[in-house]
Every structure is written in structure tokens, then in C-alpha cells.
């Protein structure tokens, strides 16, 4: 069930996720269209998040932008100003290295694996800092079957900085380690199912990533029986129309509905770059998953020597990073 | 001449790695049916790309791609044997390949052809047959009746019909392949001549036809009934003809017509995938009907080539599905599923959406009134075996075509 709808303020708005924006000319979304979409938000009951550009808007967008409860995402060090300082604390700061301060409560840091290994220090530091840290890898493609060590040798440093925070009674959060720990169910991005991303031109799409292939002509055809789409799912005048939707949920998909990665951001853009199948994971991704979950699954170990915690959270040993590899036993 | 060992339509059915050439996109019949939109003279498979493959393949033998306990080598086109001098040359080749590297598959291979038969007699086609009769299939495509085969099976410029050419060779390939099966296509216009069609088949000495209708959405209002009319008759035909005793038609099939059980069958009907196809460019394919040739509306699933390999992640897709993942809730919950089947490739170019999870239904109500034709068939011929106390008899040692699963 949709319940976030994302918009992106301009065609440069800051990317928060796996994929990069390629767009660099500013494109600012028509008030109208702004006016629109919250006023589809609204009767959808849908909670707006705003992805804002790293310029200041038009002071007119100020009071329309705030004419609703929302979420901000933003680049960090432009925190939007606007007419309303509404305190909201969910608001997202996005970085594309390692900040020495962090104002919002939720840290969006999006580095490529080798800018992860050199700065693992500094992200460290981060976990003392009380924001949420979401690291977000933006080469899974390029993750090869020889950095698997490499990857669980840096996320079991990090266990390291977070057991002890946990011992000091602290509550770090941090995506990739500390999520899974809390989770009785998967826990995904739901691109298309639980939220829906409306662009400047108006148009729906099932994440900014799709915009942005959309832009760039990159494999620029979801709706192959009606190709003048593109990669849009519907528009402000004629609503929703999300071709084949039942592929976008968990029980859609054989590999992941019988996996307990529950952290998995499942990216669907990904899947449609990688094995060109909405539903079908990447090895990188499954694999990375995996590293992510095991490693989890030591942490919790460790801090329930010291604690007791979330008790009813089981995470199993299993021997398998792929479950392609296993896929014959579901 | 030498009699050819017959034939066994699912030679190592499910121990076999199926590796297709597709040696040339030209035929030299352009079909009405044929699913294949870019046939054209010009990809001819080049020597170089056929050895670069084959290296390819037998190099990466310990490979979970190629475990299999055997190989099928395919051979398709537009029409293979067009290029049998280079098919020579391909299969000589991995002959002494497999020998020389004490590959797995040495002793372990079959040649399979599916020929259109128009040069079937033709000397070097009939050196190589001679050349390797111990490790070969191949199978004629012939229609049925001049009327019902030449509506289709057309030369592709004349548009004259090709069944005097094909039915010539018919006698020539039952003498080296005796047993052999032919496959019949139906498309809407080739309803009315189901019936005599088969019987003549049978009348050709060919003692197995396996007959589908296309997956393609080519069917018009009523053809449902039609098709059910002419599935009666030819049970008529059969049953009161004797024909069950020694022939066979796919389309009767006790196994067809009941509920899933999505438990035990929850799998997917296509081996696309699990088979691997290669082009005159040297791309690799899940199955042929994923090459641009063979597709309206959808770009290529092109999962790799000859010099960089498999990439396995395009694989995923296909190696995941399961009946119900693709299937829309009415196929789930059909009365009558079983046997109802479907191509991937087709799946895909009628999809929505960029996906081979999305299951094409076109032959819905054609498979429904295969269904009860065959409950027909079937009531009627154990009652009269019942009658004449010939029942277990028959039972004992029925011959049925299992349905060719690609």
C-alpha cells in the first residue's frame, strides 16, 4: 500500500540512493505541479518527501512546500529554509563523503566500496554522533566475488565501535548492521509498492532512478504496451497505471520472498540494470545482503552477552551468501 | 541403405545440455506462422564464431552451466542445413574436441535438427547423416495435407507451396530414422484441416505427430469451438480407425486437463535458461526465441557473448521462475491447467513490462477445448476397449507422445 510520495523539487535534486543523478541543468518543478502532487498526496494520504536541489528555491515554493506535513531531503549544508520551521526530526541530510558533523537526525552517505574501505575510520565516528547513518554503496555492480572478505572484515570492525556503544547503553543506528538486528519481516526500499516518486514534468515514476535513465534514454521503456510513456507509471491528470505492479511485491519475487536479508534495500532499479528483471536480484546484491545479515547476526550475539535484547528476533546460521545458490530447497 | 536406430524424441530428457547454433537466419520457405520477424540472408554464422563457442563451452566444462551428463548440439535457423558444409565443420570439430580433452560428453552427444526437409536428399546433407547416423536427430516439418501445409509452408518469394518438395523425403528420412515424429503447427486457418492433416501424416508412414497450436495472440472468436469440433473428429478417426493401436497425436493425452497441484508442480514448463544459444555475431541467448530475429516487440535478452562469457546475473530471471510466480490468478486456479502450456520468449515479447514473469494466456480458450476433446477421446476409446475386453491390453502397451517440453 503506497504511503510516502517522493518529489523531487528540480531536475538537480540531490540522488539519495544507489543511483547517481546525472542531471545537471536546473529544471524547476512548475508550482502548479508542486501544488498538484501535494494535492495527490493528500487524497492519497500519502506522507510528501520533498528531495530538494542544492540551491535556494523561489521564496513562492516556501509556503506551498510547507502547506503540508513533510519530510526533507536535502544535500548536506544546504538545509532548506522555508517560511515554517516545522522541527521535523525525520528530516535527511545526503553526503557523498564522510561529514564531520551531521545536523538532521538521518544521514543518507552514499559512497562508492573503495570510498568506504579508505574512510571506515571516519564513518565510524559517526555512530557516536546520534544521527541514523544510512551507507549506501553506489557501485554494488562493480562488488566482485574477491572483495567478500574485504567486506566482512570492515563490517566487523564497525560491530566493534557499535558492541561498545551498546555497552555504554547507547542505541547506534546504522543501516547495514544494526537494522536487521530489529526486523521480524523484510524491510525494503518498496519502490512502486509503499512509495511513489512524482518529477518535475509531472509525471510519476517508480523511483527517481527511473527519471533519471528516462532523461539520459537509458533502457527508457517500462510500459512496453504504451511505449510514449517511457519509464513514467502515470501522471497528475490520469493518476497511477504501474504496468505488471504484482512484480513489485515480495511474493513476486522466487529469490527474495523465502530470504531473511531482512535489512535488503531490494532495489529495483538494480535488478532492472543487472539481471533486467524487476523481481530478480543481482549475485552483488544478494551477496552484499548476506555479508550484511551474518555480520548482524554476530553483533547481535555480542551485545546479548552483555544484555539482554529483542529476545525475539532469531537470526539463523546459514551457509549460503547467494540464496540463488539454495534456490532448489525453497 | 542403412537403417538408422530410431529415433527417441527425448534423447536423455533432463540430462542433456541443449546448445543451439543458430548457423543462419535464412530459410528458403517464409511460413505464415513462423514467429521469426528478421530472417534475412546476410548472418550467416562465421567458422571463427562457431569455434570460439565451442572452445568457450567445452573450456568451462567443471562449470555449474555445463554439469549436465550430456549434450544435445541443436542446430536451427531460418533452415540449418543450408549451411551443412559449416555444420560439417562445427561438428567435426567438437568430435575431436571432446576427444582429445577427455571431455564428459564424449560418447555423450547428439546432434538435433529441425529441418524444413526441402534439401534433405541433397549429397553433402546426406554425407554428413551418413557421416555421424549414430549420434543424430533430426526432424522433418511437414504439415499435413498439400492444402494445410502449403496454406503456410510457402517459398518465400514465389509464395508457391513446398509440400511436393518436403513429402518427397519423407520416405527417405523413415527409412534412416524409422520411429521419427513430425511437428505440426495450427494456426486460426489451419483449424478446418486438423483432422485430415494428422491422418495423412499417418498415412505418410509417420507414426508420431506432435501438434501444438501457436502461442501467439492469432486466434478469433469461435476458433475455440471450431478447434473442439476438429479434436472430435480426429478421435473419431483414431478410435474407430484402429490408429490408437500403433500411432500417436500429442493432442490426446491423459495427463492434460486437471487442477495444479502447486506443490509438486510449481515449476517452470520452459527450459529457457537452461539451454544456451548462439548467434552468427557470437551472442549468447537463454534460448533462441530470446535473439532479435525471433521478437516484435522487445529488444534481444542477449546474456552474454562468445569472448567475455555467461553473464550470469541475466540468467537469474530464468532460473528463478516457477509456474505460479508468472501465472495470472485464472491459470492458478484453472480447472483444467495441466498441459496448458507456454513459450518464455513469447511470454516476454507479449509482456507489459521488460520481464519473462509475466505469463502470455492467448491459447486460453484453445486449451480448454483441447481439454474436452480429449475427456472425450478418452471416455471413448476405454469404453469401446472395455466393450471388446481389450482394455489392459492396450493399457500394457500404449504408446503416448509426452509433450515436447523445449
Known amino acids: 500500500m503506497l504511503q510516502y510520495l517522493v518529489i523531487l523539487l528540480d531536475d538537480t535534486s540531490v540522488a539519495y540512493c544507489h543511483a547517481d543523478n546525472p542531471l ?14 501535494i494535492l495527490f498526496g493528500m487524497k492519497q494520504n500519502l506522507m510528501i518527501q520533498y528531495v530538494f536541489p542544492n540551491y535556494e528555491l523561489p521564496t513562492a515554493y516556501a509556503e506551498v512546500i510547507e502547506s503540508i506535513d513533510n519530510v526533507k531531503i536535502y544535500p548536506i549544508g ?4 522555508t517560511s515554517i520551521e516545522d522541527g521535523n526530526d525525520i528530516d535527511v541530510e545526503v553526503a557523498n563523503d564522510v561529514p ?6 538521518n544521514l543518507v552517505l552514499r559512497l562508492t566500496f573503495s570510498e568506504m574501505l579508505k574512510q571506515k575510520n571516519e564513518i565510524a565516528k559517526l555512530f557516536v554522533l546520534g544521527a541514523r547513518v544510512n551507507l549506501c554503496i553506489i557501485d554494488v555492480e562493480q562488488f566482485a566475488e574477491e572483495q567478500i572478505e574485504t567486506y566482512k572484515q570492515v563490517l566487523n570492525e564497525w560491530n566493534t565501535t557499535l558492541l561498545n556503544l551498546y555497552k555504554q547503553g547507547k542505541s547506534p543506528q546504522f543501516n547495514l548492521l544494526t537494522d536487521r538486528i530489529m526486523l521480524e519481516k523484510m524491510h525494503n526500499c518498496e519502490a512502486g509498492v509503499n512509495n511513489i516518486t512524482l518529477a518535475p514534468n509531472g509525471k510519476f515514476y517508480l523511483c527517481p532512478a527511473f527519471y533519471y535513465d528516462e532523461q539520459m534514454k537509458v533502457f527508457n521503456q517500462l510500459n512496453h504496451h504504451n511505449p510514449s510513456s517511457d519509464n513514467s507509471v502515470g501522471d497528475l491528470e490520469k493518476g497511477l497505471d504501474i504496468p505488471n505492479p504484482q512484480l513489485l511485491h515480495l511474493d513476486h519475487a522466487p529469490l527474495c520472498r523465502n530470504c531473511d536479508a531482512y535489512q535488503c534495500r531490494r532495489c529495483i532499479w538494480l535488478n532492472r540494470r543487472l539481471t533486467w528483471d524487476l523481481n530478480t536480484p543481482s549475485r552483488q546484491q544478494c551477496v552484499m545482503a548476506h555479508i550484511e545479515r551474518n555480520a548482524s547476526r554476530a553483533l547481535l550475539n555480542d551485545i546479548r552477552k552483555v544484555s539482554k535484547f529483542m529476545p525475539e528476533i532469531d537470526i539463523k546460521e546459514i551457509n549460503y551468501l547467494d540464496p540463488f545458490e539454495v534456490r532448489k530447497e525453497f | 541403405m542403412t537403417i538408422i536406430k530410431a529415433q527417441q524424441e527425448s534423447w536423455q530428457s533432463g540430462m542433456a545440455k541443449n546448445i543451439t547454433f543458430i548457423v543462419t537466419k535464412d530459410c528458403q520457405l517464409a511460413c505464415k506462422y513462423c514467429y521469426l520477424v528478421g530472417k534475412n540472408v546476410k548472418e550467416r554464422m562465421p567458422w571463427d564464431v562457431a569455434k570460439t563457442f565451442i572452445d568457450y563451452v567445452l573450456d568451462h566444462e567443471t562449470d555449474p552451466e555445463f ?3 550430456s549434450v544435445v548440439w541443436d542446430f536451427i535457423g531460418g533452415e540449418p542445413f543450408l549451411e551443412i558444409e559449416l555444420i560439417d565443420k562445427i561438428c567435426d570439430y567438437i568430435k575431436t574436441e571432446l576427444f582429445r580433452r577427455n571431455h564428459h560428453w564424449f560418447n555423450s552427444y547428439r546432434f538435433s535438427f529441425s529441418t524444413n526437409g526441402i534439401n534433405y536428399h541433397e549429397k553433402a546433407v546426406q554425407d554428413f547423416i ?3 547416423l549414430d549420434h543424430l536427430s533430426i526432424g522433418i516439418t511437414i504439415d499435413g495435407t498439400e492444402k494445410k501445409h502449403d496454406l503456410n509452408r510457402v517459398y518465400k518469394i514465389t509464395e508457391k507451396g513446398s509440400y511436393q518438395d518436403v513429402v518427397k523425403n519423407i520416405p527417405l528420412w523413415l527409412e534412416q530414422f524409422p520411429g521419427s515424429g513430425t511437428k505440426v503447427t495450427i494456426s486460426s486457418v489451419d483449424i478446418p484441416y486438423i483432422t485430415e492433416s494428422v491422418l495423412h501424416l499417418y498415412s505418410l508412414g509417420i507414426h508420431e505427430v506432435n501438434i501444438n497450436v501457436v502461442f501467439e495472440d492469432v486466434w478469433q472468436e469461435g476458433d475455440d469451438l471450431k478447434f473442439e469440433e476438429q479434436l472430435m473428429q480426429l478421435a473419431d478417426a483414431i478410435i474407430d480407425g484402429g490408429y490408437y493401436q500403433d500411432y500417436a497425436c500429442s493432442f490426446f493425452s491423459e495427463h492434460i486437463g486437471k487442477p495444479m497441484n502447486l506443490e509438486r508442480d510449481n515449476h517452470n514448463w520452459c527450459g529457457a535458461g537452461k539451454m544456451l544459444s548462439v548467434d552468427a555475431a557470437g551472442n549468447l541467448y537463454p534460448c533462441t526465441r530470446f535473439a532479435q530475429y525471433s521478437l516484435r516487440d522487445k529488444d534481444a535478452w542477449i546474456i552474454g557473448n562468445i569472448h567475455d562469457g555467461i553473464d550470469k546475473n541475466k540468467l537469474r530471471p530464468f532460473l528463478t521462475l516457477d509456474l505460479t510466480t508468472q501465472s ?7 480447472e483444467v491447467a495441466s498441459g496448458c502450456a507456454w513459450c518464455q520468449g513469447e511470454n516476454y ?9 509475466q505469463r502470455a494466456t492467448a491459447i486460453c480458450l484453445m486449451h480448454k477445448a483441447r481439454v474436452r476433446a480429449n475427456n472425450y477421446y478418452w471416455n471413448k476409446l476405454y469404453r469401446k476397449l472395455e466393450l471388446e475386453d481389450l482394455r489392459e491390453q492396450y493399457e500394457a502397451k500404449k504408446r503416448e507422445v509426452k509433450p515436447k517440453i523445449c
Do not use: M, R, S, Y
Not at chain 1, 24 to 37: A, D, M, V, W, Y
Not at chain 1, 78 to 81: D, S
Open chain 1, 78 to 81: 544546504c538545509k532548506p529554509v
Open chain 2, 328 to 334: 495470472p490468478q485464472k491459470c492458478i486456479e484453472c
Open chain 1, 24 to 37: 545537471k541543468e536546473h529544471n524547476l518543478t512548475p508550482l502548479e505541479t508542486l501544488k498538484k502532487g
Open chain 2, 349 to 357: 515479447d507479449a509482456a507489459k513490462t521488460h520481464t519473462v514473469f
Open chain 1, 100 to 105: 564531520e558533523k551531521v545536523e538532521a537526525k
Open chain 2, 67 to 69: 554439469a549436465e551428463e
Open chain 2, 130 to 132: 551418413q557421416k555421424n
